[in-house]
Structure formats: C-alpha cells, structure tokens
C-alpha cells in the first residue's frame, strides 16, 4: 500500500507541476485590460485554499465528527506550540520560494526558464538586469526548496502526527509570512485596486493548482522522500517543455537541454532501480 502511494502521489505531482508551469506562464503573459493579478495575494490564497482542504481531510478522518474534528486540531496543534512552532521555518522558506517563482518568470526568458516562449516577450527585450534578477530568483528559490524539504521531510518522518495536520500548520505560518509580503511589497496597489484586481478563471486555476502542490508534494515527502520529489518536479520540467515544443510549437530544445533530459531521466532510473540480492554462490 505504502509503494502504490508513493507512486500514486509522484504521478500526481508530476501531473500538476506541468499543469502549474504552463498555466502560470501563461497568466503571467496573457495580455489583458486593467491591472494583472499580484503574485502575492495569489501565493496567500493558495495557502488558505490548502489549508480548507486539509481541515476537509481531517474531518474525513475524523469519521465526519464535528466534535472530533475540534478535539484533534485542539490536541494536536493549539496544545502543542512548539511543535507548531518548528513549521514556522519551512513555511516561510517555502513561501518566499513561491513568491521568487513569481518574480523568475517576470524576469526571465523561456529558455533560461525552461518554460514556452513568447512571441510578445522576447530575450532581445529583456534587460541584463532584469535577466540577472531572474536568475537569482531561480538559485534562491532552489536553494531553500532543498533545505525546506529535507527539513519538512525530518519532521514528517521523526513525529506521528498526520501530514494533513502539518500541512494546516505550514499553512498557517505561510498564510501569515504571504500576507506580510503582501503588506510590504503590494499594500499601495491592494489598497487602491483590491485585494482580488486582475483574478480571472486563469487565476483560479493557478491558485488550486499551487495549493494542490503543497498538499502533494507533503504526500510525496511522507511516502517516498525529498530526493524522489527533486526528480519528480525536474520530469515535469522536462514535459512542460515537451509540450510547448510538440503541442505549442514555440520553443526549440537545444542540445544542452536534450543532455539535461537525458541525465535527470537516467538519474530517475537509478534511483528507483532495486537490483535483486545476489544468490550464494553453490559450493562445489
């Protein structure tokens, strides 16, 4: 059961990072009137919408009881602060992760993104500052979604309570961290245009979709490990960009990116390769 789990939630995963790179770009470039959504406010609701679905989850496995429901978030999460406090650290890594995706895509080329290019966005245009922010934005975001995985991966896996309660825990503190960025970076336009200017039905997709994310990529940590999930989400790339070359026919793979493939793909192989025990040797 744990092995169908571990597959089932790296299939997912895989699934809904492609859906997440295309539908994301494609909301960030998508030529619209009036003022285009914050990424901010997007990165907030994400995590209030994860946080609705995993009380969903637990009242599930609460056996539909309201009152258990109650007893298990008060027993589990207000009575016990210090382990609530420990998720503080990984939400705030993960929710700054977020955001810099946000900025990396406002910044950066496709092909150094690895995502579908656009006609209307081209690198000629593209300042060196502007690239170059980009590309810090892609380090730090891979940089502390390594640390925060293996740090969310120890925890998981060092204590007993469900993965749905340390999701409502990360939730929270991302919720608070997002909403503070919101405050620092986007409070004149949330003040002026409103907290929800520029959502649309695209919107919408991405915002499930990123809250999807979380849900699963803590499933994929709890089953299988955070080194699976790296592989999982470089899969993805390697389909997003698949399919923007076969399906959108805007961008051409070069050969530096056929050799990256070909590496994650055998790194994948590996990884999930369980050679069988050699029998002893029959004695003559």
Known sequence: MSTNLKYLSLGILVFQTTSLVLTMRYSRTLKEEGPRYLSSTAVVVAELLKIMACILLVYKDSKCSLRALNRVLHDEILNKPMETLKLAIPSGIY???????????????????????????????????????????????????????????????????????????????????????????????????????????????????????????????????????????????ILSTLISYFWLQDFVPTSVFFLGAILVITATFLYGYDPKPAGNPTKA
Do not use: H
């Open 95 to 237: 929710t700054l992760q977020n955001n810099l995706l946000y900025v990396a895509l406002s910044n950066l080329d496709a092909a150094t993104y690895q995502w579908p290019s656009d006609s209307q966005l081209d690198s000629k245009e593209l300042s060196a500052g502007s690239q170059f922010v980009g590309l810090m934005a892609v380090l730090t975001a891979c940089f502390s979604s390594g640390f925060a995985g293996v740090y969310f991966e120890k925890i998981l896996k060092e204590t007993k309570q469900s993965v749905w309660i340390r999701n409502i825990q990360l939730g929270f503190f991302g919720g608070i961290f997002g909403l503070m960025g919101v405050y620092i970076y986007d409070g004149e336009l949330v003040s002026k245009n409103g907290f929800f200017q520029g959502y649309n039905q695209l919107t919408w997709i991405v915002v499930v979709l990123q809250a999807l994310g979380g849900l699963v990529i803590a499933a994929v940590i709890k089953y299988a490990d955070n080194i699976l999930k790296g592989f999982a989400t470089s899969l993805s790339i």
